[in-house]
């Protein structure tokens, strides 16, 4: 028995039992959900739907995409599982707590609303788990995931209620703060051994493997940007989003082959930078952009994204010692930033005259201060905000979205970085230099067609003997 | 030409007539379906997205999860998809004789929920398929689907109706029915040869493909437990099962650790133990739990899985002869079992004090005698039952669903044994020794890349000289 | 810098900034996407489930059903992706125009049922891409794809406005035009050259991958049949597609295993075949047809198709140099042909005896010339028909049937080898010999497992010599 393991697992199952508990003291059926519910369950019915699209980007689209590793396939897709189903229940407790019991209540409500709730919180843990890909145990990620969870929602509590920053599609709260919360503990993590790494890369078949997820994701990123809306601006959100992906293909392609000197396409490019126009559009996405703005925000993303991979990625890696396995900077960090000042450059840009009472449903804080009874309603909805904050004009909305851009920035990177510090402690079983990118290191790997070269050098022998190449007998 | 193929081409060919013929005969368009209908067609709009679901369920689901055998891939998906659209067809024709035509209707209605129950019966079919994997010809399958679906229809009949055992998500009769049903096919299968088989195990991506059924399993089985429900017993049914999944997910990673003497984690366990969840709340998912209690029951399951694939499927190869290729024992037999028992028992603790007016919606049976309109409404719904037979206690309703549960293990397992030795008639083409768990018996299998090894011995010359090694030019 | 890809790229960037400033000039939100719609967007939450599942057809079902070819898997997915995402924008433009800016309307709306249309269309590219698969450049399919949509768009335009010829499933409009098409193109494209490409054919694991295409689409066809209509008709057209694709599954396997001499099932078939009943209802899906007419049909498409795929396919390519990569004749011309023919022989006998008031929802313009209420919405849904063509007999309607179906025959056949006169120009960089079917002429290609064998040949050195074999190191 190896005592690492044994640590995963007794911690695992000391979380998963707390987790138990803190849902038997402080959690209930939401009002639609109780017994003999009063209330008509017609939310259920039109929410669904959208949940069960973000479900399948969570655990197949973020699942697949990272199984471009040769290698390290089996981690990708049942470490993603792992760490999502963790976050589910621990994101529901925290912004229980966050939502409800902070204000008094002495229960949170369970039901789906926070389903889909907690599900995006699970994208911002796996969008940082695609930067320490390969790199990290299962134990360090649980760490992470406890500790990320907490500074990710606190942030968007104090973005959203406090701020009064809107984000549809949480482009700032979630995509930049996974990003870059992921790269501070990619750099914090980054030792000597590094450069011993034998194993990342791809194969032929591992790189289709990963379109699976680049295709799911694609083609439910609509719901993603437009399922925590409704009425005209879930509609908008999802043409505009639709649209900025589709303009976002065809310039990742063109830009994809603009950057090979040999003129070829590179699959790095298409599994990735080809959704950063579903980033690019999360904060603005249910604002009236017009489809045009859309398409032209999606070409952008996709230049920012491919340049990313191409030229950034490596620089990161060789200059500041932040090495992205992912590339989750290029798919979700810069297009958050662009998300995000593209979300305050509307915002600054409302009116009244062109999106008429429109601004006031986006834009709750901007309510003319003179309309009482819409006055009322904003107020129910931020009880953080006085009186006085109510009435913004454009300009101070997009103040505020910039703000709350910089905190989320702030937040990310200097908790990133201490989260990074604790997970450099000898307990979590850091992972070393060519143990690295392997899935033998932490997953029974008995048959064929393991991919192997001469680099040889993984030391668990008693495993290792047991991996024959896919032609064993030739 | 193979003699045995065209008995199979023959007999396919004469069913799928027949199948016509009854449906020409016995079926037409339900009342939203027919031609004007007059009634409004709200229905398909609130089920269509959880038919589909469980349409993804069985064909991606089922077919993908049972490609990890590294021969075998062809085979799980094709004829998982062979057998699913035969089994619908039939489970159609049976349930419309069983629940129409039994009853003195002319004509039994074909609509979305018949379409939905079709996709369920075919989930028991399947949950069968995946205890004689590789060990049985497209022919016996056919055969196995017809007798399994007539059995499996009645019991439900007799369970839901007759006795008042109700059961949401089907956890007794789809998936304890189907798993003992199957297993008791195996065993009745087994012979000397069962040794000889070389090819099963799976190759490293061949355990990647299986995932890919693993998570849309994961994702949609909130909606087959959900699905056949409405109001806020859908909306439980969804809450309860996403906790439970979740929950269990985490223990079953935590227990592949501490089973294995190296502490590493097994795909086979996190293929199938981590849905083990859905199924053990398959009984009980509408009821109001609590959603700790869902947690703590998804929990269960997992254990009992992991343990299951460890100890106890080892166990009855070696001891019993019941070998269960794809472990149904673990994912669908145990759980479904505990499924069964925890219906039971919050059925026995079911009360009007603590659940409201949903004790008697999920329990109609439950109704007080004494209220004469619900009663009315009642002995609608159950045309079998007596008025005395209303006004159950919960001890009695309790009592009820055990003997389902017990009915439905002696039924499946008298029947699969049964259908056994029908099977193992010689004109059934039993496949033996080598030629188990591989595609090439039958299936053209011309291209690179079939795992090879040197156990030789598929004594198809005509194929096997055309199936190359994937290193052919080595 | 390759000239020939900086030349795809450029065009690529091009027609992006064309088709934003055409959404610009010409494009505006419809009425429920505008800021502070005042029409509910119920439309959105009971379209938007059939949107999704078409959507998962058109880039997971058509992208991974190409991925069958050996060395052509990066290929299939993304440049699906690619030609999916640049379709989906320009026939929005295409259908705006023809629809809206041609009638006299400034702008075209852009809303959820326009994405559904623009779906819709790119579905027609891409099985006129299964027939040019492996021997086209990304710069002709670019070009091919601008062509197309005009010249299909047009031809719908004339089917359903001008002649009055429903498609509910667009089996006419969509998969028989993008057939004829392709095979056009494919015909007049081929060259000297063609016989000596070595790199077609599949190897075990890319068959697999294909199977994720083929389920995906398989499920979600009653959608793509029914996602265009409503109530009765919508819940019709869910019921045929289901049961025809049932039955059409069940024959698919008794054919396969007829015409192969060896008696085994042929994984080409059963990645095609059984999808044949889907297009085989897609003009009478919404006719009630009854549940057994639905299955007798897909049994018909199962057999034309397998005995397409074995017996056509090869005589196409010898006698008559078609080739026909992914033998779209069989999957979606000669089935969507007999779906043009049910559709006409159903509209000759359809009467308001059998079918009531259905006949007139279906046929509109078989609404009788004296309800003058009734021919008023007729003669605002059918601008382009006077009052004198409306009231037509069934045979009549069903003679319009065939005369769209006629028509879109000569316009694909004729356009497509226009299409493909204008596609051999030099400048678009035609594909020849032993480059087609191989990733390395587009694609970086550098990991393992690219399936390598004695042919060799390939001319790109630098990048050749970087693709080792999988077994490299034995």
Not at 206 to 235: C, R, Y
Not at 243 to 253: D, E, G, K, Q, R
Not at 370 to 375: A, G, K
Not at 403 to 411: F, Y
Request: proline residues 3%; glycine residues 10%.
């Amino acid at each position: 028995m190896d005592v690492r393991r044994v640590k995963f697992s007794v911690i695992a199952i000391i979380l998963q039992i707390i987790f138990i508990i803190l849902f038997g003291v402080l959690g209930e059926y939401g009002d639609s959900a109780k017994a003999k519910s009063p209330s008509p369950a017609y939310d259920v019915a039109s929410m669904y739907p959208y949940f069960q699209d973000v479900h399948v980007m969570i655990f197949v689209g973020f699942g697949f995409l990272m199984t471009f590793l040769k290698r390290y396939g089996f981690s990708a897709v049942s470490v993603n599982l792992l760490l999502a189903a963790f976050v589910i229940q621990w994101a529901y407790i925290v912004r229980g707590i966050i939502h409800s019991v902070a204000h008094g209540h002495a229960k949170f409500p369970v039901h789906l609303g926070e389903m889909l709730s907690a599900d995006f919180a699970s994208a911002t843990v796996l969008i940082s788990f695609g930067a320490v890909l390969g790199k990290t145990s299962p134990l360090q990620l649980l760490i992470m995931a406890l500790i990320e969870v907490v500074l990710s929602q606190i942030n968007e509590y104090i973005g959203l209620d406090k701020l009064g920053a809107v984000d549809v599609g949480e482009s700032m709260y979630i995509h930049a703060f996974g990003a870059y919360f992921g790269l501070a503990v990619a750099r914090v993590l980054r030792n000597d051994q590094h450069d011993e790494a034998k194993s990342e890369g791809s194969v032929y078949h591992s790189d289709v493997f990963s379109m699976i997820g680049t295709i799911f994701l694609w083609i439910f990123w609509p719901s993603f940007n437009g399922g925590a809306a409704s009425g005209d601006e879930q509609h908008r959100a999802l043409i505009n989003t639709y649209l900025s992906l589709a303009a976002c293909t065809v310039i990742t392609f063109a830009f994809s082959q603009l950057v090979d000197n040999r003129g070829k396409f590179n699959m790095v490019h298409i599994q990735n930078a080809t959704l950063a126009g579903g980033v690019a559009l999360g904060t603005s996405a249910n604002m009236p952009l017009q489809p045009w703005a859309a398409m032209a925000i999606g070409c952008l993303a996709g230049i920012i994204s491919v340049i990313g991979y191409q030229y950034i990625t490596p620089f990161l890696d060789s200059k500041l010692k932040i090495h992205d396995t992912c590339g989750v900077n290029n798919l979700h960090g810069m297009p958050g930033i662009l998300a995000g000042i593209v979300g305050a450059a509307f915002a600054a840009m409302a009116s009244s005259d062109t999106w008429g009472e429109s601004v006031y449903e986006i834009f709750p804080l901007m309510v003319p201060a003179d309309n009482s009874t819409e006055l009322m309603d904003v107020m129910k909805e931020y009880p953080m905000i006085t009186e006085a904050g109510i009435g913004r004009s454009s300009t101070t909305q997009g103040g505020y979205q910039m703000l709350a851009l910089v905190l989320t920035l702030v937040v990310s990177i200097v908790g990133g970085a201490l989260t990074g510090l604790i997970l450099r402690l000898p307990c979590f079983d850091n992972v070393h230099g060519n143990r690295m990118f392997d899935d033998r290191e932490f997953f029974i790997v008995e048959g064929q067609g393991f991919p192997e070269n001469e680099d040889g050098g993984f030391d668990d022998d008693a495993n290792h003997t047991k991996v024959p190449m896919l032609s064993q007998n030739s």
